[in-house]
């Protein structure tokens, strides 16, 4: 990955970092956000997907390397294929890597169709490469909190600084356009629904600030590449490879990033507020439900009283590093 760029050199420590992931975490659901980020609870069974995707976005991130340094097709998408490889191989859980899984649609064998699919796919519009996986470190603005005395009563207010973090996937030129590109990877069917929904990506819009600001890249345009993740069709009706993949270009004007930075110095502002009460809601709506169930349905459903030990039974302890290779820093037992 390349060195972090960014506009401030205010100690990470003295500041309120945050992410795509903890903005959206803390908008589905405050709880949520509470086992994750405040007890830094994780499930103990992984997920396949996360691990898929970071797989091949390496091997993407990879072949984009080279092919940026003018590497033949050829030689970058070997490059890229070894990538994926050693990437799949440390991130996976072991027991999606027996042989008993080799035809599921996260197997090795699936990443690399799909990867070269979407090499092949992507290659013939010769798009140009700026930049690929770029680190950033976004300052934000203050934010204003309460000044909590040791007996919890208020004495005026004190200031914050926030920074955005995250890691922009490529800065991509197509026919005298220069878009902020970012790779989605999903099993469901990749409908013109579901690809509008990038519009009201906030972390979209955040990365096409930090291109601008960081980059100097004088861009409002983004570009989605959807793929989607399933497994080799066994009948000739089955989807082409070709056809898994999908295109979105999108448009963000200066208002509207404007608008993304103040809404969401908002919602920090509101994350810190719930941490001086420690007080945070349950959604008991969509989100507990959505891709296949919430990671702390299980614990959620219990009576209060039972939940703890659960959470011990069930969970680690892990913590969310967004600029690291591996995001979930697993903590000591
Ligand atoms: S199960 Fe529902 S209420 Fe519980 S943390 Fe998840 S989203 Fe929140």
């Known amino acids: 990955m390349a060195n972090l760029i960014k ?22 659901c405050q709880k949520k956000y509470d086992y994750f980020q405040n007890h ?53 859980p072991a027991e999606s890597q027996s042989e008993v899984m080799t035809d599921d649609r996260c197997s090795l064998n699936n990443a690399i169709r799909l990867y070269h699919g979407f090499c092949q796919h992507y290659e013939s519009i010769g798009y140009k490469y700026h930049y690929v996986e770029i680190p950033f470190a976004l300052y934000l603005g203050k934010i204003k909190i309460p000044n909590l005395d040791i007996d919890d009563t208020w004495s005026g207010w004190i200031e914050k600084d926030v920074i955005y973090v995250g890691i922009i996937d490529a800065i991509i030129e197509s026919n005298g356009i220069t878009y902020v590109n970012d790779l989605k990877s999903t099993a469901m069917n990749i409908t013109e629904n579901y690809l509008n929904g990038y519009q009201m990506d906030q972390g979209l819009i955040g990365y096409t600030i930090a291109a601008r600001e960081l980059l100097g890249i004088d861009t409002h345009h983004a570009l989605i590449h959807a793929f989607w993740v399933q497994k080799e069709a ?16 999108l448009y963000f004007d200066d208002e509207q990033l404007a608008e993304w930075t103040s809404n969401t110095l908002l919602t920090v502002t509101e994350i810190e507020q719930h941490k001086l009460s420690n007080q945070w809601a349950m959604d008991y709506a969509a989100s507990c439900n959505l891709y296949g169930g919430c990671d702390y349905r299980g614990v959620c459903s219990l009576p209060p009283s039972s939940r703890q030990q659960r959470l011990e039974m069930d969970f680690r302890r892990a913590i969310w590093t967004p600029l690291e290779e591996e995001r979930l820093q697993v903590m000591e037992e």
Not at 8 to 28: E, G, H, Q
């Open 40 to 92: 830094r609870y994780v499930k103990k069974s992984r997920s396949t997907a996360p691990s898929f995707g970071i797989a091949m976005h390496e091997g993407i991130a990879q072949f984009r390397l080279q092919r940026k340094k003018l590497i033949p097709y050829p030689s970058a998408i070997e490059i890229g294929q070894a990538a994926l490889q050693q990437s799949y191989q440390k991130h996976m």
């Open 234 to 249: 066994k009948t000739k009706a089955g989807k082409p490879l070709d056809e898994y993949y999908h295109t979105k270009p």
């Open 7 to 28: 506009n401030t050199d205010i100690d990470f420590s003295k500041a309120i970092v945050i992410d795509s992931t903890l903005i959206k975490t803390y908008r589905a």
